[in-house]
Every structure is written in C-alpha cells, then in structure tokens.
C-alpha cells in the first residue's frame, strides 16, 4: 500500500510512504498432512486444518477428498466423526485406506467455492515395512520397497512408526544409530544365518531412548561399537534403561575405552556373539563390558572379552 503526505496548504507533495501488508490468508488452509508424511495403511489420522474466515457466515459444509493419481481425479473420504472445530482449528479422524504410494489431501467448504486447500506434495501409505540398502539405495527414495529402499538405517528409524519392521540389506552402514523409543523391529535380511548378519554391518554405535519395550527389536547385525540402552544427550545419568531385545548379533574385534561394550540394555540378548573385545583405559581395576543389564543373558557365546559381565547385588 502506498500513502502520499501532501501539503495541507498548497496540496504539494512531500512524501511518498510504502506500507507493506501481510497477504490475507486463504479461507482454509490445510496443515496436516501437507506432503511427505508416512501413514500405515489402516491406520488411525487425523487431518488438521485452520478455518481463517470470520464466524457469522453461512454454515460450513466441510468436505475431504482424496486423489491416488496426483490431482487428476478425486474421490469423497466419507465415515468417521464428525470435524471437530474450535476457534478455527479444526481436525477430522481419518482411517488411512489402501496401499497407495502417493496421496493427495483436499479440504473444502462445499458452501463457498473460495474455501478449498490441496496438500503441497504427496504423502506416503505403507504396509509397514521399510528397506534399507547401503550399495543401491538412496535416502530420497520413500522406503517402502527393496527397489526403492534407503541408503541409511537412521533416515528409516526416523521414518519409522511403532510396529514397524526394517529390513536391511548386506553392506557396511557406516553410521551411529539411535533408535529413538521406538518399539520397531530392526533386523538384518536374515538375521539366523550367520554369513547375512557378518555381511550386515553396522560400523558404529547403536543408541536406545531407554524408554523402548520388548517390542523394539534388534536382530543379525554384525556391530562394530557399543550398545547403550539409554540416550545420554537427554538421560545423562541413564535413570532410564531400554528393554529393547537384541538377538543374533555379533559384536567382534571392537575396541572399548574403559569397557562398557554393552550398557543399560534390561530386556532380553540371546543368541549373541561377544568376542575378541579390548579396551584402553588408564584407570586400574576391572574394566566389564557388559554393564548394568538387568535382564536375561542367554544362548550368547562370549570370548576374550577382559573382564567380562559386571554383576552387583539384586
């Protein structure tokens, strides 16, 4: 907007003034989801959305559609409770239908032509499984099929919902991985076959939340670094331990600084290698490598490890 200041006697102009405005925003604007979400097939959502036009008007008459073909056809996403609205922001339960690779959201008032919002890009609908593949992958593919599976564990992890399974494909991960509560299942292309899970290599640490039940599960992966069942960046004492299970995994040829191979993890490890582990450390004493597991050890085979498990009273 641009204002002139005249001269109130002569009419001369003495300045010109631009005032910048905001842009009024659309009658409705949809906000979740607005492309790249992962949504499992089936499962429970909820489309969030604002209303920015003044209360008074005419009742709405809300409507969502979806489209599997990138905008050309839409169809009515019927069922469910109603939309629920409350000074503006809205929100509507949703199942999730079909397996379909893309998604497009629309919100619309069927009372006003003007009120309608298309989500930016697609989202992703999954069956539940995502792929990793270090040599043919890549982490801007979606994950959901080997062919089109990610080049890194974590870029999945963080992808991943509750329930999930992730699937990893032979090669050397070169990462850290944190496995951020999530109860998913992590596991190797064949995790009781012992030359899959020597193939599978993650050349790093693996962290856990420390809030993860037995339902988080790592399995047949050959890892060169340590585990820890809780998440020191935001548990710094480890008041919380993961009772995450981890299985058929080989620990081999890794070198610790003052132990602690294994730490903090309660839940079950069973059918583990640990082997050939060394440590430097300068302080004396007994330097453990398996410390603070609370949980069942069972069916691990264990070998030149130095000190061994650290076991306390109760």
């Known amino acids: 907007v641009r204002l002139s200041l005249l001269d ?46 003044r209360p008074g008007g005419e009742q709405p008459n809300y409507r969502r559609l979806l489209s599997a073909d990138n905008g050309r056809s839409w169809m009515p996403l019927h069922g469910g409770p109603p939309v629920n609205c409350q000074a503006g922001q809205c929100s509507w339960e949703w199942y999730v239908p079909g397996i379909w690779d893309n998604l497009l959201v629309r919100i619309l008032d069927a009372n006003d032509p003007e009120a309608i919002d298309t989500s930016d890009a697609p989202l992703i609908v999954y069956e539940g499984n995502l792929y990793v593949d270090a040599a043919n992958g890549n982490d801007t593919n979606n994950g959901i099929t080997p062919e089109t599976a990610f080049a890194t564990i974590q870029k999945a992890i963080d992808t991943a919902s509750d329930g999930d399974i992730i699937t990893v494909a032979p090669g050397v991960y070169t990462e850290d991985i944190n496995l951020l509560g999530k109860n998913i299942t992590l596991t190797s292309a064949g995790p009781t076959s012992s030359a899959v899970v020597k193939a599978t290599t993650i050349d790093g640490s693996v962290t856990f939340r420390g809030t993860e039940d037995p339902n988080c599960i790592l399995t047949g992966f050959n890892i060169n670094g340590a585990i820890a069942g809780y998440d020191w960046e935001i548990d710094p004492v480890g008041e919380n331990h993961t009772h995450a299970t981890i299985s058929h995994c080989i620990l081999e040829n890794v070198s610790t600084g003052c132990g602690q191979l294994i730490q903090a993890c309660d839940g079950i490890i069973s059918h583990c290698v640990i082997a050939k582990i060394n440590y430097m450390c300068g302080r004396p004493g007994p330097v453990p490598q398996i410390v603070g597991c609370h949980g069942l050890i069972e069916n691990c085979t264990m070998a030149d490890m130095q000190d061994g498990i650290e076991v306390f009273p109760g």
């Open 8 to 53: 109130g006697a002569d009419g001369t102009l003495l300045e010109t003034v631009t005032i910048h405005q905001d842009p009024e925003p659309p009658p409705l604007e949809l906000i979740e989801p607005n492309g790249g979400e992962y949504y499992r097939a089936g499962s429970p959502q909820t489309i969030r959305f604002v209303d920015n036009r």
